[in-house]
């Protein structure tokens, strides 16, 4: 009886070390920007460090006018994505395109293991744009 009891307590501490072991730590950040009749580019820095394992990006893109590139950059400068965004809208009254009132929307969401340490860059190039970014990351510690 007194070793049973002894198993018991052995695989209930091993069991409880595994879940503490297992906990992690995640921050979440939530950037806007709105552009109007803009072509100024505009970055967005997310500093990544050691203890960081995974790093979540999500970039929603909404155009009204115009077009805006969105590029991700690690800290070695290298390129990790892009996507565009691009209005419909046009100028010849004639088209279905002039009589829309909403704009296009695009989304990119990148999952990066282990990121490289230091600061990663999101850019923004719009051309003569009207719209808004929202850019969501998450680190997992």
Same mark, same amino acid.
């Given at each position: 009886?007194? %070793?049973? &009891?002894s198993i018991t307590v052995l695989v209930l501490s091993l069991f409880l070390s595994i879940g503490t072991f297992a906990q992690s730590t995640e921050f979440l950040t @939530?950037? *806007?920007l709105g552009f109007k009749e803009s072509s &100024?580019?505009? *970055?967005?820095e997310i500093k990544i460090t050691e *203890? @960081?394992?995974a790093l979540r990006l999500?970039? &929603?893109c909404g155009v009204r006018k115009g077009n805006v590139s969105i590029q991700i950059y690690d800290p070695s400068g290298e390129k990790q994505g892009e996507f565009s965004v691009e209005s419909m809208e046009s100028d010849d *009254?004639?088209?279905? %395109?002039?009589m829309l009132k909403e704009g296009v929307t695009g989304q990119i969401n990148k999952y990066i293991s282990k990121p490289q340490k230091g600061t990663w860059i999101?850019? %923004?190039i719009p051309k003569n744009a009207n719209g808004r970014v929202e850019i969501q990351s998450w680190q997992e510690m």
């Open positions: 009886m007194k %070793f049973s &009891k @939530t950037r *806007n &100024k580019v505009q *970055n967005v *203890n @960081t394992s999500s970039i &929603k *009254n004639d088209s279905l %395109f002039s999101i850019k %923004f």
